[in-house]
């Protein structure tokens, strides 16, 4: 049982801050071990547990342990010890505008102040400076200076200062687009770019006036056939260059009529004229020719033989052998026309498998009229195989080329075929069609018919060599044993 407090003759502790009256509380007890907490108690009128709940809490936390609950202990930090000039120019920058980095800060801080600081330490001076009223800013706004030259200087001080791109926008209401164009104007041109210039565009000094050309003409009626280089070294001066004396040599050509070789350039030009196989009509006028492929198939080019419908521009039939022989040109010709009739015209040039006596001997019984044309007398365009050749030589030549065997060549072909006839074409859709795709242009359409039976005996002697008797016997002659 705790007994009341006696009245003791001990002076009060007199402190005013609380931690170090609760220390001096406590400070006899540490001092001498012996001594108890009720006797602490009784000799400074406390009661016993706090004298003891202290001294626990002193052995425990050192004189944090008496710090009261209400007060907040916070670590000791170093004083940052900077000039006044650089809290000056901050507490200016602050005024200014708000919106600085840390970088930023120390930058212009030592391009004005000559003083170095981290951006940590800028940043802690930053955010310490009282917020006070802006000083007067001796910066004007952009569009406010009586001269564009002094606005300009401001731009450029400021950056050299070490102020941004964007804090320069913001603090002078400039877009930044502008900032960049004046500072690079500045670097290149110094004090110089300041000033006001014209925008009208440069224009160089002339070099080309008419004497000049004149004196190109003069040359051009003397040398008809030289060069410009000829005509460059002729006129022995090196203020022009070859190729402005050629566009000179070119011009005068247009303008001057009397100059030898330029009656061609003068002429009117003949009005276009009409293809000579022009069709109206699917199957009126078909095409027959072949091509020697670019590449080599087992040590060897082989050909590429194709029929072409005029009027829908349609690929009828292919096919490919290891030479443009006459058996070639039939097969693929009899193909056709099983599969769409016979044309009124067929137009091929003068290779030996065209005009064999085979073939013309099938286009005569078939009534086809065959015409063919002589590529070295400038025919060339009459056929349409030339264009269409270019065709399958861009769209197809690299797959047909990656092929290894006979088999594999003719398979690529074939689908060369099919993708030729199920896409656009552009001279379809020059001339206006519903469709570009010479498979729809074509339709159903067929030309002549002939019974299968009839076909088969229009080509018997010249594309089926041996055929076989009523009694199923193949007749061979003398010469062939």
Partial sequence: MVQP??????????????????????????????????????????????????????????????????????????????????????????????????????????????????????????????????????????????????????????????????????????????????????????????????????????KVWLPVMLEIYHLQKRHPDAGGFRIWSLRGKTDLSVRTIERIMALNRQVYTDIPGTDALHASPAPPQPHPFKATVAHEYWFIDGRMMDFALQGHRWWSLIILDGYSRTMLAGAVAPAEASWVALTVLYTACQRYGLPVHLISDSGGAFISDAFEGVCTRLAIAHQTIVRTAGQSYMTLMETHFNIQRRLYDYQLALTRTPYEFDQAHQQFLALYNTTAHQGLLKERFASPIPLHVLGDSTGRLLPPQDLARKFAQALFVRTTNRYGCVTLHRSQF
């Fill in 5 to 206: 407090y006696p009245e003791t003759d001990a002076s009060p502790l007199l402190f005013s801050d609380p931690t170090q009256q609760r220390y001096e509380l406590i400070r006899p007890l540490l001092l001498d071990p012996a001594r108890t907490a009720v006797q602490r108690a009784q000799e400074t009128g406390s009661h016993p547990e706090t004298v003891g709940r202290l001294t626990r809490r002193f052995a425990q936390q050192g004189m944090l342990g008496l710090v009261p609950a209400t007060q907040e202990v916070r670590p000791a930090r170093r004083q940052l010890r900077v000039p006044e000039s650089v809290r000056q120019e901050l507490q200016r920058l602050k005024g200014l505008y708000t919106g600085f980095g840390a970088r930023e800060l120390a930058r212009i801080i030592f391009h004005t102040t000559m003083y170095r600081l981290t951006g940590q330490t800028v940043r802690r001076l930053w955010d310490r400076l009282p917020p006070t009223a802006p000083p007067p800013r001796p910066l004007l706004d952009y569009h406010s200076h009586p001269e564009r030259s002094q606005a300009r200087h401001e731009v450029i001080t400021l950056y050299a200062q070490g102020w941004s791109k964007r804090s320069i926008s913001q603090c002078l209401p400039v877009s930044r687009p502008t900032i960049t164009r004046w500072i690079t104007r500045f670097e290149r041109d110094n004090s110089a770019s300041l000033a006001d210039k014209s925008s009208a565009p440069y224009t160089p000094a002339r």
